[in-house]
């Protein structure tokens, strides 16, 4: 059985890894080389205007178009993360069930907003596959990553389908869906399926962890009652600038590119880690991102982290112990990088 971490480790997040700086961050999942020039452009064009109180008017119509959802099904946030506390808030579940393991920030915030919160642990003998089945048929609050962190599987959208009923929320972050070709499995464009809230990410994709920018996709009702927690003007002009680019269609083909080319390394990774017979890697990976298994993973990372490389700890996700590693998807180059260290090392 693992070791279910405290509730201070689930805020714990991958910046941790690269505090002081100087080491090639394979802990942080945002994609290298960003923001695009053509972004960084944009907003420093917007520093002119921020004299001006943000309008989101424009910004959740693009995002709305992008999805083809109504505009009131969207509300802007400050980073994804946000929208977990908002929910928090907003909602009173008698009984929540978070499927792990995932980004724990969804049950960090139900935790702080006084709610029991129930885990679900998908187990890695099986791929941390998620039987529908196996949530209790009166949780009326489900909360599921699509592709899920720490796990990089790709839940199919049928089965989170399954989820949807009268009566239950049913929240699918899907902050790292952008990072999956086509993304297949995506449930942002669905509003037929009752109580389901999606969550984006411009984070990731973009490389705007620092500029805190996001949104929920929900019916209307619900949309309305968020918004209301909200303070005044919760999502910054640069932010809502970099919303309206980022929904454009040639910023999503960019985007798309950018998960093929991300599909094409995560498979040199996985080639390379196949090496060491001392990895497993359990089901398949579909993100930006791949867990692994080892014995001694702890030990590894602190000597991995002296010849300069930060990888992300596995034992705060629940359901996962001191045995697992998160390893950031990088160019070919990175990647035989890490490995020559790993071979040092091992």
């Known amino acids: 059985m693992a070791t279910e971490p405290a509730l201070h480790l689930l805020r714990h997040h991958g910046d941790t890894e690269v505090a002081g700086g100087g080491l090639v961050d394979l802990a942080v999942n945002v994609r290298t080389g960003t923001p695009p020039t053509w972004l960084r ?20 119509a693009a995002v709305a178009a992008g999805h083809r959802r109504p505009v009131d099904e969207v ?15 907003v909602l009173r579940p008698c009984r929540a069930v978070v499927v792990h393991p995932q980004f724990t920030e969804p049950e960090a915030a139900l935790r702080d907003a ?27 609050l489900v909360v599921v990553g699509n592709p899920t962190n720490p796990t990089s599987v ?91 680019a980022c929904s454009s269609p040639a910023a999503l083909a960019e985007a798309d590119a950018a998960a093929r080319q991300t599909a094409d390394d995560r498979a040199y990774l996985l080639q390379r880690l196949a090496e060491f017979p001392q990895m497993t890697v359990h089901g398949l990976p579909r993100a930006s991102f791949v867990l692994l298994q080892t014995p001694g993973a702890s ?37 035989d990088a890490l490995c020559a260290a790993l071979t040092a090392v091992l």
């Open 41 to 60: 452009t944009l907003l420093a064009e917007e520093l002119g205007r921020l004299a001006a109180y943000p309008d989101g008017r424009e910004a959740r």
């Open 154 to 244: 790709l839940h199919p959208a049928a089965s989170l389908a399954q989820l949807a009923r009268p009566g239950r929320v049913l929240v699918v972050d899907e902050a790292f869906a952008d990072t999956v070709p086509g993304e297949p499995e995506a449930l942002a464009g669905r509003g037929d399926l009752p109580g389901l809230v999606v969550l984006r990410s411009l984070t990731k994709t973009w490389g705007l962890a620092g500029l805190r920018v996001g949104y929920l996709l929900a019916e209307q009702a619900l949309v309305t009652r968020l918004a209301r927690a909200q303070p005044l003007w919760p999502v910054s002009s640069l932010a809502l600038a970099a919303a309206i």
């Open 75 to 89: 509300l802007l946030t400050s980073g994804a993360a946000e929208a977990f506390v908002l929910l928090a808030r």
């Open 299 to 335: 030990a590894l990372r602190d000597r991995l982290r002296a010849l300069g490389f930060a990888l992300r700890r596995g034992d705060t996700f629940p359901g996962l112990d001191t045995d697992w590693l998160r390893v950031a998807v990088r160019d070919r180059a990175t990647t």
């Open 114 to 140: 006084g709610h029991r919160v129930e885990r679900l642990v998908l187990r890695a003998e099986s791929g941390f596959t998620l039987d529908p089945a196996a949530v209790p048929p009166d949780a009326d």
